[in-house]
């Protein structure tokens, strides 16, 4: 009974580089949930994914950063041109179908760090 | 929008004393509320949650919390301090009903002393 995965644990890039995050819900789960931790704040809500779909978008910067949860395979946070403003924990969270309680569970978190 | 305060970034007590971590919400509606602990390079663990049923909810490893609407509270509290309970801990309130995310305070460090 896995949790919810994430890779890589750590990411190193180059400014200007892409860096690509993955998520794999729990079995079962469709709803996911990315999140951003800087360092010595909070988390801060990014976007939430259902399959295919888009439902919140509104913690996303403008540019370079896109999000996808396909029909098949993880969610995908992808930054492009990468700063050292984006160096952050960013963990992903996913719920079940019916979210009775509204509680979300959280990965392990990727920490990307940018050069 | 839903929103906590933790009144307190850092929290500092003797191993065997008693736990206090403060937390109001700003809710417009009855809102859900959870306790969540992350220790240094980790993820973040579910301590407990309310979601309306009883104001006291207990949580892992000897935390509760009670929920008080006339003050808008939800503290976090133990009566013993271990020193493996030196963390970081959230306090997180649901956006629901006017959306599906999390909002999370700034997070209160704990320090446990020996």
């Known amino acids: 009974n896995a949790g919810v995965m994430q890779n890589p644990r750590h990411l190193v890039r180059r400014r200007g580089q892409e860096a690509r995050l993955r998520c794999s819900p729990m079995?079962?789960?469709?709803?996911v949930y990315w999140y951003r931790q800087l360092p010595e704040e909070g988390l801060k809500f990014m976007v939430y994914?259902?399959?295919?779909?888009?439902?919140?978008e509104s913690g996303m910067p403008k540019e370079r950063f896109s999000a996808e949860f396909p029909k098949e395979g993880p969610s995908i946070l992808r930054i492009q041109q990468v700063v050292r403003g984006d160096s952050a924990a960013y963990f992903c969270?996913?719920?079940?179908?019916?979210?009775?309680?509204?509680?979300?569970?959280f990965g392990p978190g990727t920490r990307l760090t940018v050069l | 929008a839903q929103s906590v305060t933790q009144l307190d970034s850092h929290v500092s007590v003797s191993e065997g004393t008693p736990v206090l971590l403060r937390c109001n919400y700003s809710?417009?509606?009855?809102?859900?509320l959870f306790w969540y602990v992350q220790h240094p390079n980790k993820g973040l663990q579910l301590l407990l949650k309310?979601?309306?049923?009883?104001?006291l909810v207990k949580g892992i490893n000897g935390f509760e919390a009670e929920f008080k609407k006339s003050e808008t509270s939800f503290h976090l509290t133990k009566p013993s301090a271990h020193m493996s309970d030196a963390a970081e801990y959230f306090c997180?309130?649901?956006?629901?009903?006017?959306?599906?995310?999390?909002?999370f305070g700034a997070g209160t460090i704990l320090r446990v002393k020996s």
């Open positions: 079995k079962g789960h469709s709803h």
């Open positions: 994914l259902q399959k295919e779909n888009i439902i919140d």
């Open positions: 309310y979601t309306s049923a009883a104001t």
């Open positions: 969270a996913s719920s079940p179908t019916y979210v009775a309680d509204r509680e979300q569970f």
């Open positions: 809710s417009s509606y009855s809102p859900s």
């Open positions: 997180v309130v649901s956006d629901y009903p006017y959306g599906n995310k999390l909002v």
